[in-house]
Nanobody, 115 residues
Framework: QVQLVESGGGSVQAGGSLRLSCAAS????????MGWFRQAAGQEREFVAA????????NYADSVKGRFTISRDGAKNTAYLQMNSLKPEDTAVYFC????????WGQGTQVTVSS
Protein backbone atom coordinates (compact mmCIF):
# COMPACT_ATOMS: atom_id res chain seq x y z
CA GLN A 1 0.00 0.00 0.00
CA VAL A 2 1.05 3.55 -0.74
CA GLN A 3 -0.47 6.57 0.95
CA LEU A 4 -0.45 9.91 -0.86
CA VAL A 5 -1.02 13.33 0.68
CA GLU A 6 -1.30 16.45 -1.48
CA SER A 7 -0.63 19.99 -0.34
CA GLY A 8 -0.03 23.42 -1.81
CA GLY A 9 -3.42 24.23 -3.25
CA GLY A 10 -5.04 27.61 -2.81
CA SER A 11 -6.46 30.63 -4.56
CA VAL A 12 -4.52 32.73 -7.04
CA GLN A 13 -5.24 35.29 -9.72
CA ALA A 14 -4.88 34.47 -13.38
CA GLY A 15 -1.25 34.56 -14.43
CA GLY A 16 -0.06 33.50 -11.01
CA SER A 17 1.74 30.36 -9.88
CA LEU A 18 1.26 27.55 -7.40
CA ARG A 19 3.33 24.52 -6.48
CA LEU A 20 1.59 21.34 -5.46
CA SER A 21 3.33 18.62 -3.47
CA CYS A 22 2.47 14.96 -3.10
CA ALA A 23 4.13 13.10 -0.25
CA ALA A 24 4.16 9.32 -0.52
CA SER A 25 4.44 6.90 2.38
CA UNK A 26 4.09 3.17 2.84
CA UNK A 27 5.61 0.94 0.15
CA UNK A 28 7.67 3.79 -1.24
CA UNK A 29 10.57 1.46 -2.01
CA UNK A 30 8.66 0.23 -5.04
CA UNK A 31 9.43 1.97 -8.33
CA UNK A 32 6.23 3.51 -9.60
CA UNK A 33 4.99 6.20 -11.89
CA MET A 34 3.41 9.23 -10.25
CA GLY A 35 0.95 11.58 -11.79
CA TRP A 36 -1.43 14.46 -11.31
CA PHE A 37 -5.07 14.56 -12.33
CA ARG A 38 -7.71 17.22 -11.84
CA GLN A 39 -11.46 17.38 -11.64
CA ALA A 40 -13.43 20.56 -12.14
CA ALA A 41 -16.93 20.92 -10.75
CA GLY A 42 -19.41 18.92 -12.80
CA GLN A 43 -16.71 17.43 -15.01
CA GLU A 44 -14.86 14.15 -15.22
CA ARG A 45 -11.41 13.69 -13.78
CA GLU A 46 -8.71 14.37 -16.36
CA PHE A 47 -5.03 13.62 -16.71
CA VAL A 48 -2.61 16.50 -16.14
CA ALA A 49 0.94 15.15 -15.96
CA ALA A 50 2.98 12.05 -15.14
CA UNK A 51 6.57 11.18 -14.31
CA UNK A 52 8.31 7.83 -14.11
CA UNK A 53 10.18 6.56 -11.07
CA UNK A 54 13.57 7.91 -12.18
CA UNK A 55 12.29 11.21 -13.48
CA UNK A 56 13.67 10.47 -16.94
CA UNK A 57 10.24 10.49 -18.58
CA UNK A 58 7.41 12.96 -18.27
CA ASN A 59 4.10 13.43 -20.04
CA TYR A 60 1.67 16.34 -20.07
CA ALA A 61 -1.84 17.08 -21.18
CA ASP A 62 -1.86 19.48 -24.11
CA SER A 63 -3.77 22.01 -22.04
CA VAL A 64 -0.89 22.44 -19.58
CA LYS A 65 2.19 21.94 -21.76
CA GLY A 66 4.64 24.79 -21.37
CA ARG A 67 2.94 26.03 -18.20
CA PHE A 68 3.13 23.11 -15.77
CA THR A 69 6.18 21.10 -14.75
CA ILE A 70 6.11 17.77 -12.92
CA SER A 71 9.11 16.61 -10.91
CA ARG A 72 9.95 14.27 -8.08
CA ASP A 73 12.45 13.98 -5.26
CA GLY A 74 13.22 10.32 -4.64
CA ALA A 75 14.94 10.97 -1.35
CA LYS A 76 11.84 12.67 0.00
CA ASN A 77 9.34 10.35 -1.76
CA THR A 78 7.61 13.48 -2.99
CA ALA A 79 6.29 14.57 -6.37
CA TYR A 80 5.67 18.17 -7.32
CA LEU A 81 3.59 20.06 -9.85
CA GLN A 82 4.80 23.57 -10.57
CA MET A 83 1.97 25.49 -12.15
CA ASN A 84 2.73 28.79 -13.87
CA SER A 85 0.64 31.17 -15.96
CA LEU A 86 -2.49 29.82 -14.34
CA LYS A 87 -5.82 30.35 -16.05
CA PRO A 88 -9.37 30.32 -14.65
CA GLU A 89 -9.95 27.06 -16.51
CA ASP A 90 -7.25 25.44 -14.37
CA THR A 91 -9.61 25.71 -11.41
CA ALA A 92 -10.21 22.19 -10.09
CA VAL A 93 -9.45 19.72 -7.35
CA TYR A 94 -6.01 18.30 -8.11
CA PHE A 95 -5.29 14.69 -7.22
CA CYS A 96 -1.98 12.88 -6.95
CA UNK A 97 -1.84 9.27 -8.08
CA UNK A 98 0.76 6.50 -8.22
CA UNK A 99 1.17 3.02 -9.66
CA UNK A 100 1.31 1.41 -13.07
CA UNK A 101 -2.49 1.52 -13.34
CA UNK A 102 -3.02 4.51 -11.04
CA UNK A 103 -3.66 2.20 -8.11
CA UNK A 104 -3.25 4.80 -5.36
CA TRP A 105 -4.85 8.20 -4.93
CA GLY A 106 -4.58 11.15 -2.59
CA GLN A 107 -7.49 13.07 -1.16
CA GLY A 108 -7.08 16.05 -3.48
CA THR A 109 -6.28 19.72 -3.04
CA GLN A 110 -8.33 22.63 -4.33
CA VAL A 111 -6.86 25.09 -6.82
CA THR A 112 -8.91 28.18 -7.62
CA VAL A 113 -7.82 30.68 -10.27
CA SER A 114 -9.73 33.94 -10.49
CA SER A 115 -9.81 36.24 -13.49
Amino acid sequence: QVQLVESGGGSVQAGGSLRLSCAASGRTGTSYTMGWFRQAAGQEREFVAAINWSGSWTNYADSVKGRFTISRDGAKNTAYLQMNSLKPEDTAVYFCSAGSTWDYWGQGTQVTVSS
